[in-house]
């Protein structure tokens, strides 16, 4: 649910103001209404804005109730500088929603309005048209600005530093804090070794058991033991001990090379922190990428806060020419409500393997094996470009075959791994020349119109491929 604030504009002329002043509180009543019937909450000014004092006034009002997103609706013609002195009011997102009737010009009203925001650089969306055909364009900017809002004043939990001299793993704090209003904790990896040790024992042992009875748990004695899985079962509440304590919003984890090597990997604390429940039942997702990759990080919390599903992260890891298919495959990370995308975990769990960590982890663990169900998908990554931010977004598809396939294409790569067979609308010659990282990420659904509204309120360029321009 989004808190939604709405302003009428009108005519400064006060006996114009007057006459139609019951055609302007009608347009209010069914504009809120339409945004309520969606679950949303709107704070409607106390009065019409017709004059410069109540412009600023009503603003204010409004602004104090913080909203995620602020509608001016044009419904007649308004004097233009009303707009100005209510945006100026107004600190977060803006909305200008225009009527198209001859008789009542709204539209000219929003054209004139929109432009003098122009011209002073004020970022704001506008949509026009009756409000129940426009519908969902506004919900598009309320999810947007919503996603924007919730962003702002968050804070990155950065476990440990740069992976394997990783450039597109690491984020400027100083750039994220005046761009995002993003601040970056940083926290070292001894921190999950030291306070994993002080896990609760019967807390671990249920953990375990609940993988065993719904997973497909494979010891081997040597990489994968009971021992070893309760050791990070101990480091996924390490984990959520440094997230209550330190308050973060969402993390990523280094863990490469020193606790793969030395400790054991973090493949079932990403996963589960990135699922929507645990062995102890339902909990909100904590969006955590591997290799302490901060602008992954930052991919997945805005398409979470657009979409409310657990995202996707993975390499690039291999194309498969001959069915114009990618490999989206990395160690641990993908939450196994992908396996099947299910709200129960006992049906994500039957399609998920835990298998023996491979020779690149000698200090062992399990890997979180599963092939990510059929479906539409929106891919996205923020890279930056000569210290520019600029947002990569495709559309695509997951897709599965018939077993004999499957199996034969994941074990082309590194089979122990999560696989998701994505099928990406856009061609691999432009992919591979023009993608600006090794990571890649993805929730399912349409979110290209969100992400192109939330790239304009954090400044960000939206670079499209394939069909999205």
Not at 164 to 179: H, I, K, L, P
Not at 192 to 198: D, L, M, Q, S
Not at 407 to 418: D, L
Request: proline share 4%.
């Amino acid at each position: 649910m989004a808190r939604i604030g709405l302003l009428s504009m009108s005519d400064g002329r006060d006996f114009v103001a007057r006459d139609i002043a019951d055609h302007v509180g009608e347009s209010t009543r069914v504009l809120a209404e339409v945004l309520r019937a969606e679950g949303h909450e709107v704070v409607v000014a106390r009065e019409t804005i017709w004059t410069n004092e109540l412009a600023t006034a009503e603003a204010r009002w409004v602004a104090a109730h913080q909203p995620d997103l602020t509608i001016f609706n044009y419904s007649v013609w308004a004097f233009p500088h009303f707009t100005m002195l209510a945006a100026d009011a107004t600190p977060g997102p803006l909305l200008l929603v225009g009527n198209i009737d001859p008789q009542y010009p709204g539209m000219v009203g929003m054209l004139a309005g929109g432009g003098a925001l122009d011209q002073v650089g004020r970022v704001h969306a506008r949509v026009w048209g009756d409000p129940a055909d426009i519908k969902d364009r506004i919900l598009t900017q309320v999810r947007a600005a919503t996603a924007v809002r919730r962003l702002r004043g968050s804070t990155f939990g950065r476990i440990g530093g740069r992976p394997m001299g990783m450039y597109t793993a690491v984020g400027n704090t100083d750039q994220w804090m005046r761009q995002f209003g993003v601040d970056v904790e940083e926290i070292d990896q001894w921190e999950i070794v030291r306070r994993a040790e002080k896990a609760d024992a019967a807390r671990v042992a249920a953990g375990r058991a609940w993988l065993e009875k719904h997973g497909n748990v494979h010891y081997d004695g040597d990489r994968l033991t009971p021992e070893l899985l309760e050791r990070q079962i101990r480091s996924y509440y390490a984990m959520r001990e440094l997230i209550e304590e330190w308050n973060l919003d969402f993390s990523g984890i280094k863990g490469q090379p020193e606790l793969t090597t030395h400790f054991t990997t973090m493949d079932v604390t990403e996963a589960f922190l990135n699922d929507p429940y645990d062995w102890e039942g339902a909990k909100e997702t904590h969006v955590t990428a591997t290799e302490a990759d901060m602008d992954g990080a930052l991919t997945m919390q805005i398409l979470k806060l657009l979409s409310g599903d657990p995202v996707l992260f993975a390499d690039v890891r291999h194309y498969h020419a001959a069915k114009d298919v990618w490999d989206l495959c990395n160690s641990g990370q993908h939450a196994t409500w992908y396996a099947a995308r299910s709200a129960d975990p006992a049906e994500n769990l039957a399609r998920t393997h835990f298998h023996p960590e491979v020779f690149y982890f000698p200090a062992g663990g399990a890997s979180v094996h599963h092939l990510a169900a059929p479906g539409e998908a929106t891919f996205a990554r923020l890279t930056r470009h000569d210290g520019r931010y600029r947002m990569h977004v495709m559309r695509g598809a997951f897709e599965q075959y018939d077993e004999a396939t499957n199996e034969a294409m994941m074990r082309q790569s590194t089979y122990e791994w999560p696989h998701a067979f994505a099928r990406l609308r856009v061609g691999a010659d432009e992919f591979l020349s023009r993608f600006g990282a090794n990571h890649i990420h993805a929730v399912p659904g349409e979110y290209v119109a969100e992400l192109r509204a939330v790239c304009e309120l954090l400044d960000v360029d939206f670079d499209g491929f394939g069909d999205v321009s």
